[in-house]
């Protein structure tokens, strides 16, 4: 699957050069990158993105600072230089790509306020669907930043074909400082989308996949505008033993895969494990429609029965009856991993909660203004003035 990514915003472009790290350490170079934001040093903090293709925008208005939390701010910005976005994406290549992926945090200003922008230019000027990786302000972090991430989901959802969400309320991490909890849920969204770019990937010489699935698969998965989240789950594989002096001392029992275990029933609870666990957005799974299964790993741990009774499994759990799945085998790991997107999914938590605050917000923001309207006119009562007609 390649991607033509942007990264809109503080979050947004640390969660894409993160991306393009990973991609580069495992020799894949179908990623194109686009860095793009309202503070320069956002963007002077990128390590991976080349410098020519970091986009600074809105220098007239904020001069390099950023928007801080006005999103409307951010999708002036974005729309009044459009065309700077859009020649940049246009300069960098768009011809061998399958889609576009715009990452971004929802709650701030610069990412959340542009993404929307960007994503209707996108969907209106390229026949290549375009995707979006939304990350969520966790409950605490304020009213504001849940408003804005409610406007811009709202506003981001009649563009893009897709909307990944990822809470960041979700994704607590003991003992960890908020920055240190992002970098961690950053690795999170990278390893994902990893999986997600290995489909219809050519695989590495001298390797067949037990069932190939390319991007058109994951393109039908993902089609119809809905909201997805993505889970994820691995599975050490066993080191060869080592015959030493020791060799007989059992060591610290880990959960592994040997030669000898059923192949196909552990790539069948792999799977099981990723729908079940820690999703990029708590859901229902019930309320999926479509459901899409990538199991990567060196190709003697893949099973094509594993996949196939996983994928029954699955059609069992979702609302739809739409289950692909595939695998890919790679020697460049040391683990199995399953990946199961949940596409259009209705039953979410989080987006109801967002969806009753932004809704209380603007019922406030309209008491407010009648209140306001209300006493003007009182002040004009009190002066007992003829109206002019
Ligand atoms: P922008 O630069 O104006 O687009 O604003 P940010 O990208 O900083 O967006 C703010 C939102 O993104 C807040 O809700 C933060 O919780 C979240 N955020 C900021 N940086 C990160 C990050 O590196 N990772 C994650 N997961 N979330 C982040």
């Known amino acids: 699957m390649r991607f033509f990514a942007i990264g809109f915003g503080q979050a947004g472009g640390k969660i894409l050069d993160l991306f393009v790290e990973n991609e580069k350490l495992r020799g894949s170079d179908t990623l194109k990158a686009i860095a793009i934001n309202t503070a320069r040093t956002d963007l002077m903090g990128l390590r991976h993105i080349p410098p020519k293709n970091r986009i600074l925008i809105g220098q007239t208005t904020v001069k390099g600072h950023g928007v801080g939390t006005d999103n409307k701010l951010g999708a002036k910005i974005a729309q009044e230089e459009i065309d700077t976005v859009l020649n940049a994406i246009d300069e960098l290549g768009t011809h061998e790509i399958d889609a576009f992926l715009i990452i971004s945090g929802l709650g701030g200003g610069t990412g959340s306020g542009g993404s929307p922008v960007l994503a209707k230019y996108l969907s209106e000027m390229y026949s290549e669907p375009v995707y979006a990786v939304g990350v969520l302000p966790a409950p605490k972090e304020g009213k504001l930043y849940s408003l804005n991430a ?134 229902n799974i019930g309320s999926a429609e479509r459901a899409l299964v990538l199991v990567a790993g060196p190709p003697e741990q893949l099973d094509r029965k594993g996949l196939e009774k996983a994928k029954l499994w699955l059609e069992e759990q979702i609302s739809g009856v739409e289950v692909r799945a595939g695998d890919y085998p790679t020697r460049r790991t040391r683990y199995i991993a399953a990946l199961v997107v949940l596409a259009n999914v209705t039953e979410i938590p989080r987006v109801k909660q967002l969806q009753k605050l932004a809704s209380e917000a603007k019922e406030e923001v309209e008491i407010a203004e009648k209140e306001r309207i209300d006493k003007t006119i009182a002040l004009f009562e009190e002066e007992d003035l003829e109206p002019l007609f």
């Not at 590495?204 to 909201?227: F, R, W």
């Not at 959960?255 to 790539?267: G, L, N, R, Y």
């Open 150 to 283: 409610a406007r811009s989901m709202v506003t981001l959802m009649r563009y893009v074909d897709n909307l990944i969400l990822v809470d960041n309320g979700a994704w607590r991490f003991e003992g960890l400082s908020l920055k240190e909890s992002y970098a961690k849920i950053n690795e999170e969204i990278v390893r994902r989308l990893a999986v997600l770019a290995r489909a219809g990937e050519p695989v590495e010489e001298g390797m067949v996949g037990e069932m190939v699935v390319d991007s058109s698969e994951v393109i039908n998965t993902l089609k119809g505008g809905g909201i997805s989240s993505i889970g994820y789950a691995t599975l050490p594989i066993a080191e060869k033993k080592k015959s030493g002096l020791f060799g007989f001392i059992k060591k610290k029992s880990t959960p592994v895969v040997t030669a000898e275990e059923d192949k196909s029933t552990k790539i069948a609870t792999l799977v099981r494990k990723a729908a079940l666990g820690r999703l990029t957005i708590p859901c």
